[in-house]
């Protein structure tokens, strides 16, 4: 699924290190996107006329890492960069008229087109439609010959009529886009329900989240350099948006409550054990049958494609034995569960909580890490997130945590787990008491959990506690936890060492503008690890801003 499509006008650093090879791969300016369509891409529907656009970019900038520019003509929505060209009412050949003037005002590098939905709702000339919409493609390409063009099978309609005219529409993209070759993609709309619709035909909200997450899928592959693509993250902390669902059972037989009157298996978010940040999603309930008992918990409503590189992972500590026969499930929409999938964790039992807890592999009292490829499942959309509980012998109460709930299009081979967060470290002064070094290692980039230090060469030093094997660096800075991109540390190195005293440079970075940067290495042997900031910003503001600092490895 991953592939590298470089772009002529996005220049892709590939940063050498001195102790082991290194494919670090950095922006060296804003990748222009421009969303180019009708109303749908101005917003009608949203109350805030974000479109899909605010919560692309918020994917793209806080979750990727990326240093995005949306562009065009048009200001609308509730997000740092509202620039767009949505034109309420506009058919096909009205954007042909003017995009030649707009590709060269903004030299945009991606272009979003979602473009039909009038010509199907005025009934003007629905017979060419496909044709008018394969010339302006066209016509786009020839205008940017370094860019890539993706191309929307248009939402749905609630009119009976209209929704005739689109799916004929729909039927011919495919063909439409394949012959147009490698810069220009197919991207699947026409999957929004009902429910996503906030008029005849226009988005709500949540039809508009579920577009943002087809397009950020599409664009993996185009902006892909080897990161990891963040499809979902769910650390529970309070700062972030609440599950879909609390204590909701989708289907249980034989669970009952925990202690004190409770009559139901419990899933909800609570500050008292956490993994990383200050709180974690707590399960418990209790086993009364010893034949049959399950409890499968609704969390997360999510509309996630798979594919070939997806991967889940959480973390999870069972306070008790029957504790263990717990595991993150997921729903598909074609009805499947992942429980019944056959897919393994990285010990090879399957990702199912009976199979789980009779694995061994989970100790009591303790996080343990769970990880499932999701790759033999390629094609599959993700419909829920669940916790499960599921013992088909013997009783008893169960009690546990849950946190860190990740689905991830991975770059590459595994690289471990990180082993700097908890770790000592020592750092510049902080810019104030609340953001010391030990912040960039506390697994929390929510709610302002940074490092932040004035001092000209900042640096941050992690003491892994042992001589480790090290494969990768991830470095999360201002964007990455809300704040400008202006802010991204702009050139740093990152040194190693086993002993504390002689130091190797394995990472350097001199042209960043990223949020997140990710430097692959060796392997190579470290104790020690040490973040030096050259440039802290793109500006003259001096402070470093360093989220987080993982050191994965094993």
Sequence with gaps: MRRILVLAAVLVSCIAAIAAPVQAAVTTRPVKVMPLGD????????????????????????????????????????????????????????????????????????????IGTNDMNQNYQVATAPQRLGSLIDQILAARPTATVLVAKIVPALDATIQARINTFNAAVPGIVSARGARARLVDLSTLAASDLNDTLHPNDSGYAKMATRWYT?????????????????????????????????????????CCALTAMESSPRAELARSG???????????????????QRILATDLPVGAATTLSYWIYPQQATGTFVAVDLQFSDGSALRD?????????????????????????QWNLVRVSLGGLAGRTITRVDVGFDRPTGTGPFRGYVDDIAITDEGGADPGVNLARGATVTGSAA??????????????ITGNSKWCSGAAGATLQADLGAARTVRRFVVRHASSGGEPQALNTRAFTIQVSTDGATWTTAVTVTANT???????????????????????????DPATRIYELEVEGA
């Excluded at 900038?61 to 509730?78: C, E, K, L, P, T």
């Excluded at 609440?242 to 925990?258: E, F, K």
Aim: contains cysteine; hydrophobic residues 35%; aromatic residues 8%.
């Design 39 to 114: 109303s749908i891409t101005w917003g009608e529907g949203s109350p805030t006329t974000s479109s899909y656009r605010a919560p692309l970019y918020n994917r793209l900038v806080a979750n990727a890492g990326y240093n995005i520019d949306f562009v065009g003509s048009q200001r609308s929505g509730s997000l740092p960069d509202t620039d767009n060209e949505g034109h309420s009412g506009w058919r096909i050949d009205q954007i042909a008229a003017s995009a030649n003037g707009w590709l060269a005002t903004y030299q945009p590098d991606v272009i979003l087109l979602h």
């Design 218 to 258: 599409a664009l993996e592959p185009v902006l892909g350099d080897g990161r990891d693509w963040p499809l979902l993250r769910a650390p529970f902390e309070p700062s972030d948006p609440a599950p879909t669902w609390l204590d909701s059972a989708g289907a249980a037989i034989g669970v009952g409550g925990y």
């Design 278 to 296: 200050s709180a974690a999603l707590m399960y418990s309930g209790a086993d009364n049958s010893a034949t049959q008992s399950y409890s499968y």
């Design 341 to 365: 999938s056959g897919a393994v964790d990285q010990y090879g039992v399957r990702a199912h909580p009976q199979f789980q807890g009779e694995g061994g592999h989970l100790v009591v009292n």
């Design 431 to 444: 810019c104030v008491a609340a953001e010391a070094p030990a912040k960039a290692v506390d697994g929390v």
């Design 514 to 540: 990223d949020g997140v940067t990710s430097h692959r290495v060796g392997p190579l042997t470290a104790r020690y690890v040490r973040l030096v900031v050259t440039t802290p910003t793109q500006t003259t």
